[in-house]
């Protein structure tokens, strides 16, 4: 038999209870597959953890080989983190289990989850955590690095909700970070990304969230610069059961959009009233409805939650290119203004889109060291997001991405939102976490000196805290 990273491991991993894929083997196409279709890289294994004794065995199987070591829980990341070439996956998808309690509030999710099964399950319970915008995105991934979405100005940010975590180590041993328990670990993994281990189980509070009042209000794309000017003055004005954040967009040739806005360029805000009550949604909405020409399309209403959190699936299926840059905003001035105006009706592609989401409220009622996730004082998060399905438009929708990021740049607060980010380089890490960074570095050397999980927004061991940690 031929020797392989797969094959030694087959042999190694005597204990492993979940699957080892190699490429030889069947499942390997599907197997190294993420979500963005742009990242084709060919790890030399794939294993599918069914427990944290698997993801055990994994990350020594990978530092005895000295083999590059990814975690993939959805698969979600633009910059493709979550795989590797010719190194070790371990992928946490199933690691999916997911537990409510009700009357603690509180649910148990597996790491290698997706948002979906979690909304579904808390659902039943008239309960939710935030949980960002597309149901198909991995727990692990948007939990670690932040989590905006339609929840953030009502319930915080994720990493505000999680109460607890089991985590895997470098060195394979396997901890508790709570509040009370290995404090450190559980302030930096709130914001600081995959870097300090696995994560294979979250704990997270849960808010009385059940029908909420939602849906797109689209102006034509002319009106950018009108409608954003408007809502950058309205939106941190109205109470935290209001959460909207601003596009500019296409509307999908799709029901329920009506045939005649198909395929047209729009602006717009995606509104999600948490009261549920659509007579308090249209109040609060008001100010700025009435202060603006009447839209192409106001299609608000009662929705069930998991409903909203999977408006978007269908639009951004697996497999379409992607690429993304990101910046944390305090302001939108006059001339950035008219620069969104210039570059949003540019779209180069159907489903290429900028959000600026709020990060307010409630994500506010924290200082920035209280969590690794630093941009406390941000007011959005503005992304500009190049997708298409053809790998022909890689260049053009790359282009445009870069483009328009380096225009809004100059304007942005200076660090981006770590699950947003390409690879970007070190400096760009460092400016995303900030002051936090140091803390960060030092927790990093004592818990991964070797930086055995760098396959992230790395944060990279601080050498003098290594050589202190070791006699």
Not at 45 to 67: E, K, M, P, Q, W
Not at 263 to 277: E, I, N, P, Q, Y
Not at 314 to 336: E, K, N, S, T
Request: proline share 8%.
């Amino acid at each position: 038999m031929t020797s392989t990273p797969a094959n030694a491991a087959r042999k190694e991993l005597g204990a492993f209870q979940g699957e080892l894929i190699g490429p030889d083997d069947p499942g390997y196409p599907q197997a190294r597959a993420v979500y963005n279709g742009m990242i084709d890289r060919r790890p030399a294994l794939v294993a599918r953890c069914a427990s944290a004794d698997d993801v055990a065995l994994v990350i020594g199987f990978a530092r005895r080989h000295a083999l590059p070591l990814a975690v993939r829980g959805g698969g979600h990341h633009g910059a493709g983190l979550g795989t590797c070439e010719g190194g070790v996956v371990a992928d946490l998808s199933p690691l999916h289990e997911v537990g409510v309690d009700a009357a603690a509030r509180t649910v148990r999710v597996g790491g290698g989850a997706t948002w979906g099964q979690v909304d579904a399950a808390t659902h039943e319970h008239g309960l939710a955590t935030p949980s960002g915008i597309i149901s198909t995105t991995g727990v692990g991934g948007l939990a670690l690095g932040g989590g905006l979405g339609h929840l953030t100005r009502r319930c915080g940010l994720t990493v505000d909700n999680i109460v607890a975590a089991r985590v895997v180590l470098a060195d394979g041993s396997r901890v508790r970070a709570d509040a009370d328990e290995n404090q450190d670990l559980y302030w930096a993994i709130r914001g600081g990304g995959g870097n300090f281990g696995v994560v294979t189980e979250f704990t997270f509070r849960l808010h009385e969230v059940s029908t909420v009042v939602a849906g797109p209000t689209f102006w034509p794309a002319e009106q950018g610069a009108e409608v954003l000017a408007a809502y950058r003055e309205f939106l941190p004005s109205v109470p935290r059961d209001v959460n909207g954040f601003f596009l500019y967009g296409t509307v999908p040739p799709a029901p329920p959009f009506p045939g005649e806005l198909h395929l047209r360029k729009v602006c717009g805000v995606v509104w999600c009233h948490t009261s549920g009550a659509p007579e308090a949604a249209d109040r609060a909405m008001a100010p700025l409805l009435d202060a603006l020409p009447a839209p192409l399309l106001h299609a608000v209403g009662p929705l069930p939650h998991p409903a909203l959190q999977t408006m978007f699936d269908g639009l951004y299926p697996p497999g379409d290119q992607w690429y993304w840059r990101a910046d944390f905003v305090h302001d939108v001035p006059d001339d950035a203004v008219a620069l969104h105006a210039k570059f949003g009706p540019q779209t180069p592609s159907m489903q290429s889109t900028m959000h600026l989401y709020p990060i307010d409220g409630a994500a506010h009622d924290l200082r920035p060291s209280d969590t690794a996730f630093s941009y406390r004082d941000a007011r959005w998060a503005s992304v500009y997001a190049g997708v298409d399905p053809d790998p022909a438009n890689a260049e053009l929708i790359k282009r445009w991405t870069v483009d328009y990021f380096e225009a809004l740049h100059p304007y942005s607060a200076g660090g981006a939102y770590v699950n947003m980010m390409m690879d970007e380089g070190q400096e760009r890490v460092r400016a995303s976490y900030r002051g936090n960074y140091a803390r960060l570095a030092r927790i990093k050397a004592a818990l991964d000196p070797d930086n055995v999980f760098r396959h992230n927004q790395n944060v990279e061991p601080d050498p003098a805290a290594r050589y202190e940690a070791r006699p």
